[in-house]
């Protein structure tokens, strides 16, 4: 079946504009996850979906960050004011459990946002 | 801080060489333990997972063992093949079990 996947594969864009990833998770998965890569270092928790409702997202790093989930599907991450230091490829995940223990994780092929 | 720490790379080694990466993990308790890989051009794929104390994880003849006396999680393999070559990414569960801590990956690289 399907897997994760993330549109654009590759965002380009200019320091202070307004940029919108897309995620369309794993038919069926409950959970999403975003998660952030930085070059060189491993994923970054970012935002954590169960449902519609953002269970957790104790790792968005300030306020020009949000996600949403209307559907309880499709999720799409959302920032303002974009500054250089947020370039780097975000990453989607899907699972069928809302966050057990033994929930596997499926990422998608991430987009890679670089910011001018 | 970093609550996975995770051998550093890049690692170079010859096809049929033994392979080790080094993962210690801090946590309270005892949460899942995983090794992702990421291969050139893909996303990341999980390739095995241990949920609990004494658990191995095995997958595609790679092997990790949950030691939790030594809070390791290293992983090993006999014998690696060019195809092997991809970086790759130890991770625990957090605490409440909705996302995932990853150590820096390691990069390795298999040659003929």
């Known amino acids: 079946g399907a897997g994760v996947s993330q549109t654009p594969s590759n965002k380009v864009t200019e320091k202070g504009k307004y940029v919108e990833l897309r995620c369309d998770p794993i038919?069926?998965?409950?959970?999403l996850y975003w998660y952030r890569q930085s070059l060189g270092q491993g994923p970054e928790f970012l935002i954590y979906?169960?449902?519609?409702?953002?269970?957790?997202d104790s790792g968005l790093p300030n306020d020009r960050f949000f996600a949403v989930r209307p559907e309880g599907s499709v999720s799409t991450l959302k920032i303002q004011r974009t500054e250089r230091g947020d370039s780097a490829v975000y990453l989607c995940?899907?699972?069928?459990?809302?966050?057990?223990?033994?929930?596997?994780?499926?990422f998608g092929p991430g987009t890679r946002l670089t910011v001018l | 801080g970093n609550s996975v720490t995770q051998m550093e790379g890049p690692v170079t080694l010859s096809e049929e060489a033994f392979l080790t990466i080094n993962c210690t993990y801090t946590?309270?308790?005892?949460?899942?333990l995983f090794w992702y890989v990421q291969y050139p051009g893909e996303g990341l794929q999980l390739l095995l997972k241990?949920?609990?104390?004494?658990d191995k994880g095995s997958n595609k003849g790679f092997e990790a063992t949950y030691r939790k006396e030594t809070t390791s999680f290293h992983l090993e393999k006999g014998s690696v093949q060019v195809s092997d070559s991809a970086v790759y990414f130890c991770?625990?569960?957090?605490?409440?079990?909705?996302?995932?801590?990853f150590g820096t990956g390691t990069r390795l690289t298999v040659i003929p």
């Open positions: 946590a309270t308790g005892y949460p899942s």
């Open positions: 991770a625990r569960a957090g605490t409440g079990a909705n996302n995932l801590f």
């Open positions: 979906f169960q449902g519609t409702g953002a269970a957790d």
């Open positions: 241990a949920t609990k104390a004494d």
């Open positions: 038919s069926g998965h409950t959970a």
């Open positions: 995940a899907s699972s069928v459990l809302a966050g057990g223990e033994t929930d596997t994780q499926y």
